[in-house]
């Protein structure tokens, strides 16, 4: 049985490395699994921190956390404790740029539902609509019920 491959340094736009492993970035999505294909390793250089590939990302480093604490096994889970909504709108637009696999998607949604419906239903109905994401539509319309005029 061989190893993992070396994992990529993940740069986010605030440079801020980020070390997390191809396989399980390939697993969640399709973007970032040509994006850690493409910017493989020479076969024939060492595995050292040197030679990892790097992945440009144009998320800064707190988003980057977020977006790897819904995907990573075992880590932390994610949450907008200190976040804003703006936050989550940003999460929820990279979730969506980079085609991540529907557990994470749904669980990052679940996120937003779970700490921003309840006062920003108008908003998140119209983020959802734009998305096309309809059990978003759908729970921030049934939210929107709610609103006294």
């Known amino acids: 049985m061989t190893s993992p491959s070396p994992p990529p340094a ?7 490395d980020f070390k997390v492993f191809k396989y399980i ?19 024939n250089q060492p595995p050292d921190l040197q030679s990892l590939p790097i992945v ?5 480093s707190d988003m980057l956390d977020m977006l790897l604490r819904l995907i ?25 740029k980079y085609d991540m696999i529907l557990p994470i998607t749904d669980r990052a949604k679940e996120l937003v539902m779970d700490q921003f419906l309840e006062k920003h ?17 759908q729970w921030a319309a049934r939210e929107t019920l709610k609103i006294r005029i």
């Not at 970035?25 to 076969?43: E, N, Q, R």
């Not at 096994?73 to 969506?96: H, K, M, N, W, Y």
């Open 25 to 43: 970035l390939s697993l969640t999505s399709p973007v970032f699994k040509d994006m850690v294909t493409l910017g493989a390793p020479m076969l």
């Open 121 to 137: 239903a108008v908003s998140i109905y119209a983020i959802a609509c734009e998305n096309k994401w309809k059990d978003l539509v």
């Open 72 to 96: 990573y096994p075992g880590a932390t889970q994610a949450s907008f404790a200190r976040g804003t909504f703006e936050d989550a709108v940003l999460l929820l637009l990279a979730i969506e």
């Open 56 to 60: 440009h990302m144009s998320e800064n």
């Open 10 to 16: 993940t740069c986010t736009a605030d440079d801020v």
